[in-house]
């Protein structure tokens, strides 16, 4: 016997099923319905499917647009990126052409190794325009053309980087205003789901005329397409564990930078209920700075990725997406 606690889920709230599917499905069901409204039966059914249809429809267009400005904003401020990047390395030569590497003198420019600035992190580089200037007027022996570059620089930046933050915030919230949203029509279909399995009672061959499965599950995937997210960072009190996040990404990599702590560690786990380490994914020293594929996150027993901080003291672990 099939167990009962089935019949009281929503189908719909399985996380393969992406908005396109749910619409493509919604849109189909519609039609079923409308091609054998008899006697108008289905006016009602049809009304509020459709109403709950088009507010998902309106804010996915708008999250879809917001989220194609942010993709603009963020090429902006790579090309940003790249080109502080080319300032970094003149820097290094500018500086030991009359400071010996190594020096104190050096070390105010560059107190972190040179590759902590030619790999920075995205929401370091204002932080490290703003060094570099400040570095620059302190030391007008070293000419004004590089103090020049990184002030013109920042002007450039730190607007770039403003709209870029922004628009992000926008699709998260329209992220969160679009789930509201998906889960008023997932509730719309399950009540019409329920609905049409009490019209034809004992015969689901005629009920089943009114859902297109095939619409949601096109290519039969094994898991949820996994989502690329932007650079984040987590914080890990003493003895503290943290679900990552991270999923199996063919072709990607996940860059760790340890800003804080000095005894990380990453584990992959069988389950994120108990987050019992499993196998050591990545041992995260003090300032660390590692690229890992996340191809090795491929097994299925140990499917989820955590931080476990093993020291007294707080850290922090940014991460980021390299392809």
């Not at 703003?130 to 002030?151: K, M, N, Q, S, V």
């Not at 719309?188 to 619409?215: C, R, T």
């Not at 039969?220 to 989502?227: Q, T, W």
């Amino acid at each position: 016997m099939q167990s009962i606690e089935m019949y009281f889920k929503i189908p719909y709230e399985d996380k393969e099923i992406t908005d396109d599917r749910m619409i493509n499905h919604v849109i189909n069901h519609i039609a079923n319905m409308e091609a054998n409204n008899v006697n108008h039966l289905f006016d009602s059914r049809i009304a509020a499917t459709k109403a709950a249809l088009l507010l998902l429809q309106t804010k996915k267009t708008s999250k879809d647009e917001t989220k194609t400005e942010q993709y603009s904003s963020t090429i902006t401020v790579e090309e940003y990126k790249d080109a502080f990047v080319i300032y970094v390395r003149r820097t290094a030569g500018n500086v030991s052409a009359t400071y010996i590497k190594g020096t104190p003198e050096y070390k105010l420019f560059f107190p972190k190794p040179l590759k902590y600035y030619t790999r920075p992190l995205r929401g370091m580089i204002g932080n490290h325009i703003d060094h570099f200037i400040l570095r620059y007027t302190e030391h007008p022996e070293l000419g004004t053309t590089l103090l020049d570059a990184f002030t013109d620089l920042k002007d450039a930046f730190d607007p770039a980087s403003t709209t870029q933050q922004n628009k992000i915030a926008a699709v998260k919230s329209l992220i969160a205003v679009t789930s509201v949203e998906r889960k008023a029509l997932n509730h719309q279909m399950y009540s019409n789901i329920l609905y049409f399995a009490d019209l034809h009672m004992g015969e689901p061959q005629y009920a089943k005329v009114f859902f297109n499965q095939s619409l949601l599950f096109p290519h039969h995937p094994s898991k949820a397409e996994p989502v690329v997210e932007e650079e984040f960072s987590l914080i890990l009190q003493g003895n503290e564990t943290k679900n990552t996040g991270l999923v199996n990404i063919v072709g990607k990599k996940a860059r760790f930078v340890v800003i804080k702590g000095t005894n990380v560690k990453a584990y992959t786990v069988a389950s994120l209920d108990d987050m019992e380490p499993g196998t050591e994914f990545v041992d995260l020293a003090a300032e660390a700075d590692v690229t890992c594929d996340m191809t090795q996150l491929g097994d299925d027993n140990n499917p989820y990725l955590i931080l476990r901080n093993l020291g007294d003291d707080e850290a922090e672990v940014v991460i980021d997406w390299v392809d």
